[in-house]
């Protein structure tokens, strides 16, 4: 699986911005998919998860009701919808894609996903 995000950009605090992660493969709607975030000197952390059919899912308490993340099957993408940017949401975002089971598994944590896009970055000012 390959993945490859869009959507990023430089926004002011307030407003909204839409990423996209488009996934090759056959097989996308078997995965779990998540989007991480990585701030300059901090360590990557979760921001939300999708589960294989985007019947569940679950946010970081910092996004929680400000983003929401859904997936489209049928067009093998996933997105990530984030209103109310602030500041510190400032980082590089990535997409994961993830063979495990979704409900018993810790989907928050990076290494258990099995495929990462590169990132698209995601500037909010003041």
């Known amino acids: 699986v390959q993945l490859v995000e869009s959507g990023g950009g430089l926004v002011q605090a307030g407003g909204s911005l839409r990423l996209s992660c488009a996934a090759s493969g056959r097989t996308f709607a078997s995965y779990a998919m998540g989007w991480f975030r990585q701030a300059p000197g901090k360590e990557r952390e979760f921001v939300a998860a999708?589960?294989?059919?985007?019947?569940?899912?679950d946010y970081a308490d910092s996004v929680k009701g400000r983003f929401t993340i859904s997936r489209d099957n049928a067009k093998n993408t996933v997105s990530l919808q984030m209103n109310n940017l602030k500041p510190e949401d400032t980082a590089v975002y990535s997409c994961?894609?993830?063979?495990?089971?979704?409900?018993?598994?810790?989907?928050?944590?990076?290494?258990?996903?099995?495929?990462w896009g590169q990132g698209t970055q995601v500037t909010v000012s003041s």
């Open positions: 994961a894609a993830g063979s495990f089971r979704y409900g018993s598994s810790d989907y928050t944590t990076p290494g258990i996903y099995d495929y």
């Open positions: 999708v589960s294989w059919s985007g019947g569940s899912t």
